[in-house]
């Protein structure tokens, strides 16, 4: 038995690693290792967030609480972890979320919009 109360963080991570030890009993896939690892519902890393869908860790680490972020311990910059299932349906809701107009920023972005400045072709001399 532990000294001390589990903090929020560590409550949140041991339901999550009981829910899917109890979805994997259920499905029968946790019999061996012919289970998939692509089955999602896994604990995934920043860097593993960032390379799956293809974007930065500072765009993982900016966009924590829409995906779902477990922080593992106290501190002020505790490890973070991400329930696949929850990645995937947060990056969809962003995806449909995102403007379709062609020069806004990335879902996820600050919403800028793509702005050319005007200017004037100079004739270059002609170099021999």
């Known amino acids: 038995m532990m000294a001390r109360g589990a903090s929020v963080a560590e409550r949140q991570f041991i339901d999550a690693v009981a829910r899917r030890v109890v979805e994997l009993l259920e499905s029968g896939r946790g019999k061996g290792p012919s289970a ?26 900016a966009h924590q609480r829409q995906l779902g972020a477990i922080r593992m311990g106290s501190g002020p910059r505790p490890p973070l972890r991400f329930d696949s299932h929850v990645v995937a349906e947060a990056i969809a809701a962003m995806a449909q979320r995102a403007p379709a107009v062609p020069g806004h920023a990335e879902p996820g972005g600050r919403g800028r919009e793509l702005r050319l400045i005007p200017f004037e072709p100079v004739d270059q001399p002609q170099r021999s």
């Open 36 to 61: 998939s690892s692509d089955a999602g519902g896994e604990c995934l890393t920043v860097g593993q967030v960032a390379e799956r869908y293809c974007v930065s860790r500072s765009w993982v680490y």
